[in-house]
């Protein structure tokens, strides 16, 4: 990739997180991850092209373009807190799948740090997620790493910490986070 290209991924990545509160191949990426789906099953459940789909990932291109699109979006990362909690079952989570590819809907993407299924206080699931989006948005999986092996012989726990939260696997966040709780 050329630095011309690597400079508008760069703007397109930037919008996204603008518009969307994260760079769209992060959120995708999640949604992947806890709604046990590959890039396929999620564009078809979005209404959108696999190629599509990959240049929204890549950051090829910035912006959805179809509110409907935007709409399921958010419905599925609403879904997957509530996967996250336990309230939906994989399987209700399938059937909710197919209602929520054939929706149509508004314009506006919600950022996920500010919906909450219940209405109440966040999940484990979505604060750790939070902190996760967080790292990531400042800093690639491997400089994390690259930072906590420098923190690691004076600062131990911290070093855990961006390991865990920043490169790490959400289930292994989760865990961690509910074991530092009390």
Do not use: C
């Not at 999986?141 to 131990?156: C, F, K, Q, R, S």
């Not at 911290?158 to 790490?168: I, N, P, Q, S, T």
């Amino acid at each position: 990739m050329d630095t011309a290209q690597q400079e508008a991924t760069a703007r397109a990545r930037e919008l996204q997180r603008s518009w969307y509160g994260e760079p769209l191949g992060a959120l995708f990426r999640r949604l992947i991850d806890d709604l046990g789906l590959n890039q396929a099953r999620l564009a078809a459940v979005l209404g959108l092209s696999a190629p599509m789909l990959s240049q929204l990932m890549s950051g090829q291109r910035a912006k959805i373009g179809n509110p409907a699109v935007v709409q399921r979006v958010q419905a599925l990362q609403e879904l997957a807190g509530q996967v996250a909690d336990g309230s939906v079952s994989a399987g209700e989570a399938t059937d909710r799948m197919e209602e929520i590819k054939k929706s149509q809907g508004g314009s506006v993407l919600i950022p996920s740090g500010q919906t909450s299924s219940s209405g109440g206080a966040p999940t484990v699931r979505r604060v750790v997620r939070e902190i996760q989006s967080l790292l990531r948005s400042v800093a690639a999986a491997g400089d994390i790493i690259d930072a906590a092996d420098a923190l690691a012989p004076t600062h131990p726990e911290l070093a855990e910490f961006l390991k865990v939260y920043g490169a790490g696997r959400t289930a292994d966040a989760v865990a961690h986070y509910e074991g530092h709780q009390s």
